[in-house]
């Protein structure tokens, strides 16, 4: 039996180990690097199992996406496709289209909704009423955090005005009655209950479809966002049968209406685990998003909203973190506004306990008061930054999400500081937040170095907040290894370390961010295992 099981020679590689930056050649063995080194010396090794000759492509370390939701995503993008319509009369086309593919009674459902598209009649259920030929329909946006449901939606799920709910959610009502417009979780769900469930086996076969397009864009592993004990399961079953093709930490997210008694019934899985995936994180919400007014600010947007906490209860989240941070967990914190980011700071710093594994992260960071900025450096938390978000941002500030904030809280360095962290020496990992947008890795990394869409060059970009490539091919790998803690295994190309590289036809780091979206990515190996090879 050969000691090698998987030899790729003949490629630029990449390593990010400052002992040895490139080499021509890798050997993997029991899913770990056993060897980096020229083609001869890993020739020398001996015939391995299987040998890949990678005529010049580029590998690096496995592309880590540091914010992902990989599973409920695949059950979030389900329906129409209405990512990146900007007018309200493609998204009722697109609406139309998907209503003719169902059946007579379905639900027609859609997702990626731009709140561009309503600028001139409000968030509006009515507008597609007749597009869906009276079939109920429910809509989501981009950022998942709200949707817009049409009068039989309403009708069918019982629902005839506002109700009250334990976190800030709101069903919008006008004169009494429902616009169609649902803010936060808790009142699209209102209007979820009403829909058919889907069976196990659909959705495990959306999940595993789901992880297999993810191995093909370049990504090796994520870090999820979302998460309960049933999630744990479902990732035993996926490994099971070998569709685990990525490598993930999973947290188990903590609702405003938990207690005490619920997070020590978490507690004891702290160090779950299998071979690709592990727990040991604690997912929280502040606040929402800047773009409905839920982002929680110290001072109202210029929509007069923005003040109110995720958590009704302010002090009942420090106490869950300081529960989860004392029992070793890390904390991540999903906060977007100012007051969001300096509550969830401080939340840290009065649990006063490192994680275990990493360190305590926030999410987000959409604006933020300056004091704050040099706290993650100084108090050691990470930021977890998404620049695809602010591909939708005009640098003119007319953009919804900028004319919310207004000039002061979108001003440079304020606005999505990826830079500006990352040169006061705090640790940033680069994410999606897919199905927020598109999970592609080179996505990502062209919004990094961009900040603007690729291929419009003529297009200046949302402030001078931009990474070089190397930065931002950082951010994906390790500084995403570090942010869990794994750093001495994760994120770089060394003998000792697993498995996980990503190959591309070209550099990413040298090439024109403009021209990332359109790399070919040659191979994704994950523990070891080819998860997806180009035809060649
Ligand atoms: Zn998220």
């Keep these: 039996m050969s000691k090698v099981d998987l030899a790729l020679v003949g490629a630029h590689v990449r390593t990010l180990d400052p002992e040895r930056p490139s080499a021509e050649a890798v050997a993997i063995a029991r899913g770990q690097i056993v060897a980096v080194g020229s083609n001869a010396e890993i020739r020398e090794l ?26 409920q995503g695949a059950l979030d993008t389900r329906g129409a496709d209405l990512r990146d319509l900007t007018s309200l009369d493609e998204v009722r086309d697109a609406v139309a289209a998907e209503r003719r593919r169902c059946g007579p009674d379905q639900w027609v459902l859609g997702y990626g909704l731009e709140y561009g598209v309503f600028q001139e009649t409000g968030i509006r259920g009515d507008l597609f009423e007749d597009v869906t030929e009276g079939s109920p329909a429910l809509l989501t946006f981009m950022d998942l955090h709200t ?59 959306l999940h595993a479809a789901a992880l297999r ?25 996926l490994e099971a049968n070998g569709d685990l093709v990525q490598r993930f930490v999973v947290p188990f997210t903590i609702v405003p209406e938990s207690g005490a008694d619920d997070w020590e019934a978490l507690i004891p899985h702290r160090d779950a ?54 029992a070793g967990f890390q904390c991540a914190t999903h906060a977007t506004g100012d007051r969001g980011v300096r509550e969830a700071l401080d939340a840290y710093r009065e649990a006063n306990a490192a994680p275990l ?32 978000h602010m591909l939708w941002c005009e640098p003119d500030r007319s953009d919804n999400w900028s004319r919310r904030l207004g000039a002061e809280r979108s001003a440079p360095g304020r606005a999505f500081p990826i830079r500006s962290l990352r040169e006061s020496g705090a640790l940033v990992a680069l994410g999606s937040d897919w199905p927020v947008v598109r999970f592609d890795p080179r996505l990502g990394l062209s919004a990094a170095r961009l900040r603007r869409p690729p291929g419009e060059r003529e297009r200046r970009p949302y402030d001078d907040e931009a990474l070089d490539g190397l930065a931002a091919l950082e951010g994906y790998t390790t500084a995403a290894a570090r942010t869990i803690g794994e750093e001495d295994r994760l994120g770089r190309i060394r003998p000792g370390f697993a498995a996980d590289l990503t190959v591309f036809a070209e550099d990413p780091v040298d090439s024109d961010p403009d021209d990332l979206p359109a790399l070919p990515v040659v191979l994704t190996v994950v523990d070891g295992e080819v998860v997806y090879r180009a035809e060649l």
């Excluded at 039989?152 to 009494?176: K, Q």
């Design 147 to 205: 949707a817009v449901a049409t009068p039989r939606a309403f009708e069918l799920a019982g629902v005839t005005g506002s109700r009250s709910f334990s976190e800030n959610a709101e069903i919008v009502c006008r004169d009494g009655a429902p616009t169609g417009e649902l803010r936060e979780w808790a009142a699209v769900a209102t209007v979820e209950r009403a829909m058919p469930e889907s069976t196990d086996a659909e959705r495990y076969a």
């Design 273 to 326: 685990c299998g071979r690709r995936w592990r727990a040991g994180v604690a997912k929280f919400f502040i606040d929402g998003v800047i773009d409905t007014g839920t982002g929680w600010l110290y001072e109202p947007d210029t929509e007069g909203e923005g003040t109110l906490p995720f958590w009704p209860d302010p002090s009942h989240y420090r106490r869950a973190v300081s529960t989860f941070a004392a």
């Design 357 to 388: 594994r990493g360190r305590h992260r926030i999410e987000h960071i959409e604006t933020l008061q300056p004091q704050d900025l040099p706290r993650f450096a100084a108090e050691g938390v990470v930021a977890s930054m998404q620049a695809q």
């Design 213 to 237: 397009a993810h191995a093909a864009s370049g990504l090796t592993g994520g870090h999820a966002m979302d998460g309960t004990l049933a999630t744990l399961d479902l990732l035993r079953e």
């Design 46 to 71: 001996g015939a391995a199992a299987e040998t890949v000759d990678l005529g010049g492509a580029v590998a690096v370390p496995g592309l880590t996406d540091s914010h992902i939701h990989p599973l």
